[in-house]
């Protein structure tokens, strides 16, 4: 995806342009050549007044955590900025307004409440806002955990879906100490362009319901809507396109008493405020037994979807993030959203892209906000919010998706350079999130096929080939490439165990052992020399591959 040098909502100048963060903040970004799971920044440094004679003479390669993780503009700093400042709140408000209908939405599709739902959404963002470890993205209620959680609520009702909740936090804040976040460094970049543009794709397919089976009026607004988000922007940027449109579009059709439909079509909003319980459910090894896999299936999937996003905000705002910190503050939000009878959830993208990339907020203000202002709005003013024409909401959506999808890598000039199995993950990432409506099946799939075909692939690299022989009675081979389970199966069928001399040499300066299944390929060709009376000599191998074959050899059954 291609990322804007400057922000929606920004200026040259300005600290989110070029992500000081402090005094010190042009020389990080001047040193910084790449950022690791977990923010570190790694570029190469010059050695200080304690590094040796030897490395003094030039740069060497550190990798050292960022003076601020994320790298970018601070909550205080902002609070400093009044430009900044407004930019943060409207950028919150914004998302407030997109929040609404989509927490009703997941509600249905779990079959709960739509308060749930609501509520959800409240307690998520604002306390993703202070634990989390990516500034300015939006946690709330999602699809995902309302998919996952719906079969429980259907057989046993809500307080066993809170405590799902509770216990699918508690497991996500366990995973996140562990550092299941490091994890996400195995996660390929065609994986990566897969999962943004089926999101894009999923974002799109959500809103069509709202252009089927409509008022014919319906559609001019959303082309009006469109166009205020795509050319606001080159008018000026002190307020945000979306919520202009969802502003312009509200009072036209409250002026012109135009029937569309609105907000308040979608399910009803709460009157009070949410309230602290604790789930009425037995606490016995059974009730345990019928939430674990529920709960489970929340940690995974909302950790999954929250760190593919923070990945993606890292991306779009050029900036790095804690992804263990993401981790298990995702677990506190849950754990405080199930004790206040919300549904559950985790990072959700189209709402995050509406903030950081429409709205070009950068800090956790905007994340606080967004939950603030959900509560006031649905609580406060209902009755106001009640008559936002849905036609509003789908044409920031509609706007988010097409600024979300990687096009250029579906250009045609992109397609013949990239390598078919670069192409080939991509595309089973998408087609299997599109198919399942779940963006964990598709990246898991996609992990998966990305894995296969890398085996594939460095397993025909491995080459046996017969060098000069020193005697008459001496034959040997050399073997280079990475021997694995994939390349070293075929190895024992590249020797003349029987036109071979006596002694034989198979000399692997050039290859690597990475696993039991070599030791035992190289243990049966030893056994297939010995069975004809010659002798095998292994030479070359590194500290590494000698070690483990020491470990191993002849311990494996025989060669099998």
């Given at each position: 995806m291609s990322t804007p040098t400057t922000p929606p909502g920004t200026s040259p100048g300005t600290p989110s342009d070029d992500h000081r963060g402090g005094p010190d903040g042009g020389a990080r970004h001047a040193l910084a050549d790449a950022t690791t799971a977990d923010g570190a920044t790694v570029g190469t440094v010059p050695p200080g007044p304690a590094e040796s004679a030897a490395e003094s003479s030039g740069g060497r390669r550190r990798v050292s955590a960022p003076a601020r993780p994320h790298g970018g503009i601070s909550v205080l700093e902002a609070l400093k900025d009044p430009r900044r400042l407004r930019i943060e709140v409207l950028a919150g408000l914004v998302v407030a307004l997109a929040l609404i209908p989509e927490a009703i939405a997941?509600?249905?599709?779990?079959?709960?409440?739509?308060?749930?739902?609501?509520?959800?959404?409240?307690?998520?963002?604002?306390t993703i806002s202070f634990l989390g470890g990516r500034p300015a993205m939006i946690s709330a209620a999602t699809g995902a955990t309302a998919l996952v959680v719906a079969p429980l609520v259907?057989?046993?009702g809500v307080e066993y879906l809170f405590a799902a909740v509770i216990l699918g936090g508690v497991v996500q804040v366990v995973l996140g100490v562990l550092g299941v976040a490091r994890l996400m460094r195995f996660i390929p970049r065609s994986v990566m362009v897969g999962f943004v543009n089926a999101l894009a794709i999923l974002i799109f397919m959500s809103q069509v319901p709202q252009l089927v089976d409509v008022p014919w009026a319906v559609y001019p607004l959303v082309a009006v809507g469109i166009a205020v988000i795509v050319l606001l922007p080159r008018l000026t940027t002190a307020v945000p396109s979306p919520l202009v449109a969802i502003v312009a579009l509200t009072g036209f059709v409250v002026l012109a008493s135009v029937t569309v439909p609105d907000v308040g079509d979608q399910g009803e909003l709460p009157q009070?405020?949410?309230?602290?319980?604790?789930?009425?459910?037995?606490?016995?090894?059974?009730?345990?037994q019928l939430v674990a896999p529920y709960a489970l299936g929340v940690a995974v999937v909302g950790l999954l979807e929250s760190l593919m996003t923070a990945k993606l905000v890292d991306d779009v705002t050029d900036t790095g993030s804690s992804k263990t910190r993401e981790a298990w503050g995702q677990g506190g939000a849950n754990i405080v959203t199930g004790f206040f009878g919300g549904l559950g959830g985790c990072a959700m993208i189209g709402q995050t892209m509406i903030n950081v990339k429409s709205s070009g907020a950068r800090t956790r203000i905007s994340t606080f906000l967004a939950g603030v202002f959900l509560l006031l709005l649905v609580v406060v003013l209902g009755d106001v919010v009640a008559v936002i024409p849905m036609a509003a909401l789908v044409a920031v959506m509609v706007m988010v998706s097409v600024g979300t999808f990687d096009w250029h890598s579906v250009r045609p000039a992109t397609l013949r350079r990239m390598p078919l199995s670069e192409t080939a993950v991509m595309l089973s990432t998408v087609a299997v999130t599109?198919?399942?409506?779940?963006?964990?099946?598709?990246?898991?799939?996609?992990?998966?096929?990305?894995?296969?075909?890398?085996?594939?692939?460095?397993?025909?690299?491995?080459?046996v080939v017969e060098v000069a022989q020193p005697d008459e009675g001496t034959r040997v081979y050399a073997v280079t490439g990475q021997l694995f389970f994939a390349s070293s199966n075929d190895l024992v069928h590249q020797f003349d165990y029987v036109?071979?001399?006596?002694?034989?040499?198979?000399?692997?300066?050039?290859a690597n052992v990475w696993d039991a299944s070599t030791v035992a390929t190289l243990d049966a060709i030893e056994t297939k020399y010995a069975a004809r009376g010659k002798t095998v000599r292994i030479t070359g191998l590194d500290e590494h591959s000698a070690r483990r074959r020491d470990r191993l050899a002849g311990h494996l059954g025989g060669g099998h």
């Open positions: 997941f509600s249905i599709i779990a079959g709960v409440d739509p308060r749930l739902g609501l509520f959800a959404s409240f307690t998520m963002a604002v259907r057989e046993q009070d405020l949410p309230s602290l319980l604790f789930p009425d459910v037995p606490l016995s090894w059974e009730t345990l599109v198919a399942t409506h779940n963006l964990a099946y598709g990246v898991v799939v996609g992990v998966l096929v990305a894995m296969t075909l890398f085996a594939r692939r460095v397993a025909h690299l491995t080459e036109g071979d001399p006596h002694d034989v040499v198979i000399d692997l300066s050039g």
